[in-house]
């Protein structure tokens, strides 16, 4: 199993730029997230899915998007990029909810000018 | 805001010394989990705790849970510099979401 790959590594961007970080998991996994990090901020809840077809909000939504079409793959769209989202950026999935064991992707470094 | 606190945010630590982080919930918790992030990584799952009072080690670490199950701590004996990170607790808070403390960087002082 390969567990939780997120591409790309690093990305930049210019302000107002759209683009989708990928998230997989192969482990069968029901419940995905979506986590970005900050210095001193530790992990903030962007979006989650519960399942396929199934998203909701989480403490930091604003200028994110989510949808899960299917088990394995959870990307995150940023709509158009602002420097207040440069971050690192870490996909997460458990077997069912978030009370489970958190496998996290390496994350993706996110540079926007 | 975040509903789960840590205490220090930072830490030096000699080689050799123990040291103990905290992470205190403002509400009970169904259960706790501890994880660490190695620098320039992602964090990694170390343990979850589910009774109330429930004590757990890992080799050199502690892990408690107390017994209202709003706080938590960690200890370490016998720092080697593989401990060096920053050591993360979690908590359920509801409505399928989990919330992470800010973290306990620790650095290690060879």
């Known amino acids: 199993n390969a567990g939780v790959t997120q591409t790309p590594k690093f990305q930049v961007l210019k302000t107002g730029q759209s683009m989708t970080l990928q998230c997989a998991q192969d482990?069968?996994?029901?419940?995905m997230s979506w986590y970005r990090q900050d210095p001193g901020m530790g992990l903030r809840l962007i979006h989650y899915?519960?399942?396929?077809?199934?998203?909701d909000q989480g403490e930091v939504p604003n200028g994110y998007n989510v949808s899960r079409s299917t088990t394995e793959d959870f990307p995150l769209r940023l709509l158009s990029a602002a420097p207040s989202q440069t971050s690192v950026y870490f996909c997460?999935?458990?077997?069912?909810?978030?009370?489970?064991?958190?496998?996290f992707g390496p994350g993706t470094r996110l540079t926007v000018l | 805001g975040q509903q789960v606190m840590q205490i220090p945010q930072y830490q030096h630590v000699q080689e050799g010394e123990d040291f103990t982080t905290y992470c205190n919930s403002s509400?009970?918790?169904?259960?706790i989990q501890w994880y660490k992030q190695r620098p320039g990584g992602h964090p990694v799952f170390l343990i979850q705790?589910?009774?109330?009072?429930e004590v757990k080690k890992q080799k050199r670490l502690t892990f408690q849970f107390g017994e209202a199950k709003k706080n938590s701590s960690l200890h370490i004996t016998a720092t080697q510099t593989t401990d060096v990170g920053t050591y993360f607790c979690?908590?359920?808070?509801?409505?399928?979401?989990?919330?992470f403390g800010k973290g306990n960087q620790v650095v290690v002082i060879p």
């Open positions: 997460a999935s458990s077997l069912r909810s978030e009370a489970d064991t958190q496998y």
């Open positions: 482990m069968n996994h029901e419940y």
């Open positions: 899915s519960v399942g396929a077809g199934i998203t």
């Open positions: 509400t009970t918790l169904s259960n």
């Open positions: 705790l589910v009774k109330s009072g």
């Open positions: 979690a908590g359920p808070r509801g409505n399928n979401r989990l919330a």
